[in-house]
C-alpha cells in the first residue's frame, strides 16, 4: 500500500508570512499533483510535477519534485486571505488510482 | 474547455428514495470517477470508468450504482442510502494511459441522507 505523508495537518499564519507544506513517501511516484479545495467545492488542479528535481512556480506559490520522485513541496510566499483552503497532494503510479495525502487546512489571518 | 460538471449541486433524500448524481466533461477524457469525501478528509475513491468500462470498484455496497452512458457522461445511482453515506460526491475525469495520471474534478454534490 503507497501511503503520502502530508505536513503540517493544521497551519494558521498572519497575512503576508511565507509557510510550506510537504509531501513525504517511501514510494516513487511518476508524477504528483497539488489540489486546493475550498469549503463545499472540488479540488482544484494548482500544478503536476512530472520530473525528479522539477520546481515550478505559478505566482506566489512554488511547487518542488523530489530527485527520487518519492517527495514534493509546495511553498507560499507573503500569504493572503484568499490562499485559505484545503491543499492536497496527490501521487500517481501506472494505473488509474491517486494517493492522496490527508491535507493540509490553511488559514490565513487578515 | 476544462470543466467538469455536476448536478445537483445539493441533494437531500431519505433512506427509501432512489436518486441519481450526473457527471458530464467536454474535455474528450476517456476515465471518469467517483470519489467519497468527508469533511476536512481527502477524497476517497469508489469507481473508476475507462473507455466507458467499469475498471474499478473499491468494494462500494451495492446501494450505489454507476453508470456510464458514453464518454462524456457519468451517473450515480442511489438507493436506500443510510445516513453515514453523507458527504460531497465528487467526478473526476482524466486521459487514460498517460503516465502522469492528472485527473479535473467536478464541483461536487452534497449529499445529506435523513
Known amino acids: 500500500t503507497q501511503l503520502l505523508e502530508q505536513s503540517p495537518q493544521f497551519l494558521s499564519i498572519q497575512e503576508g508570512e511565507n509557510l510550506t507544506v510537504y509531501c513525504n513517501s517511501s514510494?516513487?511516484?511518476?508524477?504528483l499533483q497539488w489540489y486546493r479545495q475550498e469549503p463545499g467545492e472540488g479540488p482544484v488542479l494548482l500544478v503536476t510535477?512530472?520530473?525528479?528535481?522539477e520546481v515550478k512556480k505559478l505566482k506566489r506559490l512554488t511547487f518542488q519534485f523530489g530527485d527520487a520522485r518519492k517527495d514534493s513541496s509546495l511553498h507560499i510566499t507573503a500569504a493572503q486571505p484568499g490562499d485559505t483552503g484545503l491543499y492536497l497532494c496527490?501521487?500517481?503510479?501506472?494505473?488509474?488510482?491517486?494517493?492522496f495525502g490527508e491535507g493540509t487546512q490553511l488559514t490565513v489571518n487578515p | 474547455d476544462t470543466e467538469v460538471t455536476q448536478t445537483p449541486k445539493h441533494l437531500v433524500m431519505g433512506m427509501t428514495n432512489k436518486k441519481s448524481l450526473k457527471c458530464e466533461q467536454h474535455?474528450?477524457?476517456?476515465?471518469m470517477y467517483w470519489y467519497k469525501q468527508k469533511a476536512k478528509k481527502p477524497p476517497e475513491l469508489m469507481f473508476v470508468?475507462?473507455?466507458?468500462?467499469?475498471?474499478i470498484n473499491e468494494s462500494v455496497p451495492s446501494r450505489f450504482s454507476p453508470e456510464c452512458p458514453n464518454s462524456s457522461l457519468l451517473n450515480l445511482h442511489l438507493h436506500a442510502l443510510q445516513p453515514e453515506d453523507s458527504a460531497l460526491y465528487l467526478c473526476?475525469?482524466?486521459?487514460?494511459?498517460?503516465?502522469?495520471?492528472?485527473?479535473?474534478f467536478g464541483p461536487g454534490t452534497r449529499l445529506t441522507v435523513l
Open positions: 473526476a475525469s482524466s486521459q487514460p494511459g498517460r503516465y502522469y495520471n492528472e485527473q479535473f
Open positions: 514510494s516513487v511516484f511518476s508524477s
Open positions: 510535477v512530472v520530473t525528479g528535481g
Open positions: 496527490a501521487g500517481a503510479t501506472s494505473g488509474s488510482r491517486l494517493t
Open positions: 474535455m474528450g477524457h476517456r476515465a
Open positions: 470508468y475507462s473507455y466507458e468500462k467499469l475498471s
